[in-house]
């Protein structure tokens, strides 16, 4: 039988990896995991989100980890990476990055610095791909890499990464039906907050120290504050008591348990504060907050909902349930490319 090496066509396969349903705040998250991953090792998180000119919005992510050289990025940056994940690491298929920052901008650079080593720099140009339909990865010269960093009033120190995405044209297009610019700035405001929101909740555990680390991740140089989904600093918060074949369920097969705990939330006059109370339903509705925290490696993947195992229920409003995955369990929970997606083994969806 004949072998016959057949390669996709680039830009039909970008295309499909854009609609993979990144939303911003994932695919935003999935850049972050990359900074914050044990192997890179960041202490801090930068995101710059702001207006270029008059309607052009772009988006920058610096951290101060290990960085690459040269041919750590060249293979950083290609699709399905053979970089080797780590049994903790946030990342899993070597796709998250690309597809992730390709679903919401046309051209993703990235710069990176290891220490002792010079700045590299890569870019991905959906013009360049689409024109050439080619798999062309475009290397910056140290000249192009020093302009685009003075532009951007931007530097990386002994050591780090700049993730950089530019021509969002889906916030791009949504900023334009405004037909002023202070409704175009709300629009903006209202990213902002829930960019803030999303990243204080997935990352909780890690902007609390919770686990250890010690992390911070600023929007606009503004400090992201941790949201606990489960209010554990409100004394009314009740923890419930589960059985321990519960609280630590194994799966036949699997040396790892799954944690799960359970708590109840105050109703308002429980809480401290009326600010405390409003703060405590997050992203979502209190009756949509109501379920399931799934995480994974100690950030949170899914959130709020019973996950099909019951409807919601106002008189279930308060109640919300930690479920912690190992990565070793990544493929009985069948946890998708970016990583927002799970199913339950039907052993677990029916205990």
């Not at 946030?90 to 010079?118: D, E, I, Q, R, Y």
């Not at 009033?153 to 949504?174: A, C, H, N, P, R």
């Not at 019973?306 to 493929?331: C, F, G, Y």
Request: with cysteine; glycine share 6%; proline share 2%.
């Amino acid at each position: 039988m004949k072998e016959v090496i057949s390669i996709p066509n680039a830009s039909r396969t970008f295309e499909a990896l854009r609609s993979l349903g990144y939303d911003l705040y994932s695919s935003i998250a999935d850049v972050v995991d990359n900074s914050i991953t044990e192997k890179v090792g960041s202490s801090k998180v930068n995101i710059d989100f702001d207006f270029k000119g008059k309607s052009n919005l772009i988006l920058r992510i610096t951290d101060n980890g290990c960085g690459m050289n040269q041919s750590e990025l060249e293979e950083a940056m290609r699709l399905g990476t053979e970089t080797t994940y780590i049994e903790r690491d946030l990342g899993k298929f070597g796709m998250g990055m690309k597809t992730a920052s390709l679903s919401h901008c046309n051209v993703l650079t990235v710069l990176s610095k290891k220490k002792n080593k010079p700045v590299c720099g890569y870019r991905w140009d959906m013009d360049r791909i689409d024109s050439t339909q080619n798999w062309v990865l475009l290397q910056l010269n140290n000249k192009e890499i020093d302009l685009l960093l003075k532009e951007n009033e931007l530097e990386i120190g002994k050591s780090g990464t700049i993730v950089m995405w530019d021509d969002l044209f889906i916030l791009d297009q949504d900023v334009q039906l405004y037909n002023s610019q202070k409704l175009a700035q709300n629009y903006y405001f209202r990213l902002l907050t829930k960019i803030k929101l999303h990243l204080g909740m997935i990352y909780h555990r890690f902007l609390d120290g919770s686990i250890g680390k010690e992390l911070q991740i600023l929007l606009n140089d503004e400090s992201i504050e941790p949201w606990d989904p489960f209010c554990r600093s409100e004394k009314n918060t009740k923890e419930i008591d589960l059985k321990k074949s519960l609280s630590e369920f194994k799966q036949e097969g699997y040396d790892v348990p799954v944690t799960i705990r359970g708590f109840v939330l105050p109703n308002k006059e429980g809480f401290s504060n009326e600010e405390a109370w409003k703060n405590a339903k997050g992203l979502l509705s209190w009756n949509d907050s109501q379920g399931y925290y799934i995480y994974r490696s100690n950030r949170i993947i899914r959130f709020g909902g019973w996950h099909n195992t019951k409807a919601k229920d106002e008189h279930d409003k308060l109640a919300r349930i930690s479920i912690d995955i190992d990565p070793s369990l990544d493929e009985l929970f069948r946890i998708t490319v970016n990583k927002t997606k799970v199913q339950f083994p039907e052993v677990l969806f029916n205990t």
